[in-house]
């Protein structure tokens, strides 16, 4: 079965501060991986996947992620945090084969500090 | 283009009352899943529709979750005689079935169902 982990229920970084949430993924073979941004009272939205092409993928609001298979890592990092990105990031994995139903981690709320 | 929508956006129910949430998915969208999330579980799958298939519900936590989607598009999970531990929203995502290798396979999400059972 797949799993994900995310390291740090809260993270609070100082406006223009580098950004890094921590994923960890558990899986028999390389997995589809995802960052969802859940905005207050909003749904999930999107933020960046890796589908085994490149391993450091660029995604929306100046995010990225680097996928490492020899830490089973994917972590989510932003050079220079803004105040518009305090929300709740979560990790997940889907399966490449099947229904690719998503497993998600617990998330992380992130805050910035003015 | 319009998005996934979700109706109600809010609902509150009395403890044994049954209840309804729509889905209504992204035209063209050949997959649907529901999500739930709560404090105490996260966000969990519950059910997923592909096309004609028969649904995978290995997610659903008892019997008094069903749910159906009619004519490939909209979707409705009922909840029978629901519980207090069923407060939760009840997200929705669609997508084109395919892996999210070529761009197909993304789960776009809905703003989600917020259910209160008193």
């Known amino acids: 079965a797949q799993s994900v982990t995310q390291l740090g229920s809260h993270v609070s970084v100082s406006e223009g501060a580098l950004v890094l949430l921590r994923c960890n993924y558990s899986?028999?073979?390389?997995?589809?991986l995802f960052w969802y941004v859940q905005y207050p009272n909003q749904g999930l939205q999107l933020l960046l996947k890796?589908?085994?092409?490149?391993?450091l993928v660029k995604g929306i609001n100046g995010f990225e992620a680097e996928f490492k298979k020899s830490e089973t890592s994917f972590h989510l990092t932003k050079p220079s945090a803004h105040m518009s990105d305090a929300a709740e990031y979560f990790c997940?994995?889907?399966?490449?084969?099947?229904?690719?139903?998503?497993?998600f981690g617990t998330g992380t709320r992130l805050t910035i500090i003015p | 283009g319009a998005g996934v929508s979700q109706s109600p956006s809010n609902k509150v129910t009395e403890k044994g009352k049954d209840v309804e949430l729509r889905c209504d998915p992204i035209?063209?969208?050949?997959?649907l899943y529901w999500y739930r999330q709560s404090l105490g579980q996260g966000l969990e799958f519950l059910i997923y529709?592909?096309?004609?298939?028969?649904?995978?519900k290995s997610g659903l936590p008892s019997d008094r979750f069903s749910a159906e989607r009619t004519g490939g598009s909209v979707s409705t999970l009922t909840i029978q005689r629901t519980q207090q531990e069923d407060s939760a929203v009840y997200l929705c995502?669609?997508?084109?079935?395919?892996?999210?290798?070529?761009?197909?396979?993304?789960?776009?999400f809905g703003p989600g169902t917020r259910l209160l059972v008193l």
């Open positions: 995502a669609s997508s084109l079935k395919g892996g999210p290798r070529d761009g197909r396979g993304t789960q776009y």
């Open positions: 890796y589908t085994s092409a490149a391993t």
């Open positions: 529709f592909q096309g004609n298939s028969a649904p995978d």
């Open positions: 997940a994995v889907s399966e490449i084969f099947g229904n690719e139903k998503l497993t």
């Open positions: 035209s063209g969208h050949t997959a």
């Open positions: 899986s028999s073979v390389p997995p589809y």
